[in-house]
């Protein structure tokens, strides 16, 4: 007697993925880039699943290590970033180790050879990457915020990064919203640019050849 072959609808479901959009804002000397030898970061705005909380960290050491406790307490199977591999995952990983803190082992992130920041449990995604090879956008406007306006009509709060630090001690609620706001438009160009096209493949994929 043949086997009987049932479909099992819920296999079909897509599986519901937590994800982590990230920005980092960090102190720097006057026309200067951010160095991570000496420059510390001062806040780390993120969106989970579109949603925010805040934390309130004494210092760098324990908003790091807080970044890392709540990673490992809400899980996400995707991180997003824009430029994270060269610099938010680097500078991250830099200040976390002054402190002897280990990001790979809290939270399983390193860079390969080709210096991408990849995790066996989560994947990373960063939008620049996209950017430069999906969105026929021109070289100059590659910024977050010019890509922000030009594809999700979406307008970022911007400051001179010359006012930031100043900013952190006077003008702490202006600043937080400039840094939330790049978190913002990274989780939705992520959500409506990559994602939808990374579970269509997958999907298809699993269904053999179209």
Same mark, same amino acid.
């Given at each position: 007697?043949?086997?009987?072959?049932?479909?099992?609808?819920?296999?079909?479901?897509?599986?519901?993925?937590? /994800?982590?959009?990230? %920005? #980092?804002?960090?102190?720097?000397?006057?026309?200067?880039?951010?160095?991570?030898?000496?420059?510390?970061?001062?806040? #780390?705005?993120?969106? #989970?699943?579109?949603?925010?909380? /805040?934390? =309130?960290?004494?210092?760098?050491?324990?908003?790091?290590?807080?970044?890392?406790?709540?990673?490992?307490?809400?899980? *996400?199977?995707?991180?997003?970033?824009?430029?994270?591999? =060269?610099?938010?995952?680097?500078?991250?990983?830099?200040?976390?180790?002054?402190?002897?803190?280990?990001?790979?082992?809290?939270?399983?992130?390193?860079?390969?050879? %080709?210096?991408?920041?990849?995790?066996?449990?989560?994947?990373?995604?960063?939008?620049?990457?996209? /950017?430069?090879?999906?969105?026929?956008? *021109?070289?100059?406007?590659? =910024?977050?915020?010019?890509?922000?306006?030009?594809?999700?009509?979406?307008?970022?709060?911007?400051?001179?990064?010359? %006012?930031?630090?100043?900013?952190?001690?006077?003008?702490?609620?202006?600043?937080?919203?400039?840094?939330?706001? %790049?978190? /913002?438009?990274?989780?939705?160009?992520?959500?409506?640019?990559?994602?939808?096209?990374?579970?269509?493949?997958?999907? =298809?994929?699993?269904?053999?050849?179209?």
């Amino acid at each position: 007697m043949p086997p009987e072959i049932t479909l099992c609808e819920e296999l079909l479901q897509p599986a519901e993925i937590t /994800v982590l959009a990230y %920005d #980092i804002e960090t102190t720097k000397l006057p026309l200067k880039f951010p160095d991570s030898s000496f420059d510390q970061i001062m806040m #780390i705005s993120y969106m #989970i699943d579109g949603n925010f909380t /805040v934390f =309130n960290e004494e210092n760098e050491e324990k908003l790091i290590q807080k970044f890392f406790d709540h990673i490992l307490e809400v899980k *996400p199977l995707v991180f997003v970033t824009y430029n994270g591999d =060269n610099f938010d995952f680097k500078f991250v990983e830099a200040r976390a180790a002054v402190y002897e803190l280990n990001m790979l082992k809290e939270i399983g992130f390193s860079a390969n050879r %080709d210096g991408f920041y990849l995790s066996r449990p989560s994947a990373h995604l960063d939008c620049l990457h996209w /950017v430069k090879r999906d969105s026929y956008l *021109p070289v100059g406007s590659h =910024n977050l915020k010019a890509v922000a306006k030009a594809k999700l009509r979406y307008d970022p709060v911007e400051l001179d990064p010359e %006012d930031m630090c100043r900013m952190a001690s006077e003008q702490p609620q202006i600043l937080a919203s400039y840094s939330v706001s %790049d978190a /913002v438009a990274t989780y939705y160009l992520y959500m409506k640019y990559v994602h939808p096209f990374i579970f269509c493949v997958m999907y =298809n994929y699993s269904n053999g050849p179209r």
